[in-house]
T-cell receptor, first 113, second 110 residues
């Protein structure tokens, strides 16, 4: 079964540092997403990406965040200057058809110290 | 009012029991509806989409009531492996953003 791959599985970083979270979506999918889940809280939408540009973003996705699809397979989320409150599980997802749900990656646990 | 509201539980049921989860959503323009399951510290996994006519997949039955903005999930003959958090998920009326409920925790006891 095709899967979405995320690396690293766990990243610890110091406050103020930049981090890049990486994702390889399912190869024939066209829509890509980042979600996050703070421990004990619900899954929250960050951004969606289609046709090499952001299609939607939430108010969480401020100027500290950016996304990129640098080649035909990778999809990255960059946080420029991490804050303690950025500590969360970050899930990448992809979909080929809106009506049938997404496939999520196994997540990157980001810990900001 | 929360966009997607679920009873957080926890629901503790014996093996073989039937358990039902409910969910309400606030955005009447929502188009697509799903139930996901999430195991502890894992990613959400699609359990089933929910259609207006209701749909069944083995022991799982999902129902949608658009008039009441209400979604349900019924699990029959519960197994130990059904223990997880069940997430009610709707699209936010826009094309690509999903809105998650906080989840209902289920523990199936031997």
């Amino acid at each position: 079964e095709p899967e979405v791959t995320q690396t690293p599985s766990h990243q610890v970083t110091q406050m103020g540092q930049e981090v890049i979270l990486r994702c390889v979506p399912i190869s024939n999918h066209l829509y890509f997403y980042w979600y996050r889940q703070i421990l004990g809280q619900k899954v929250e939408f960050l951004v969606s990406f289609y046709n090499n540009e952001i299609s939607e973003k939430s108010e969480i996705f401020d100027d500290q965040f950016s996304v990129e699809r640098p080649d035909g397979s990778n999809f990255t989320l960059k946080i420029r200057s991490t804050k303690l409150e950025d500590s969360a599980m970050y899930f990448c997802a992809s979909s080929g058809n809106q009506d049938y749900g997404y496939t999520f990656g196994s997540g990157t646990r980001l810990t900001v110290v | 009012r929360k966009e997607v509201e679920q009873d957080p539980g926890p629901f503790n049921v014996p093996e073989g029991a039937t358990v039902a989860f409910n969910c309400t959503y606030s955005n009447s323009a929502s188009q697509s509806f799903f139930w996901y399951r999430q195991d502890c510290r894992k990613e959400p996994k699609l359990l089933m989409s929910v259609y207006s006519s209701g749909n069944e997949d083995g022991r799982f039955t999902a129902q949608l009531n658009r008039a009441s903005q209400y979604i349900s999930l019924l699990i029959r003959d519960s197994k130990l492996s059904d223990s997880a958090t069940y997430l009610c998920v709707v699209n936010a009326g826009s094309a690509r953003q999903l809105t998650f409920g906080s989840g209902t925790q289920l523990t199936v006891l031997p």
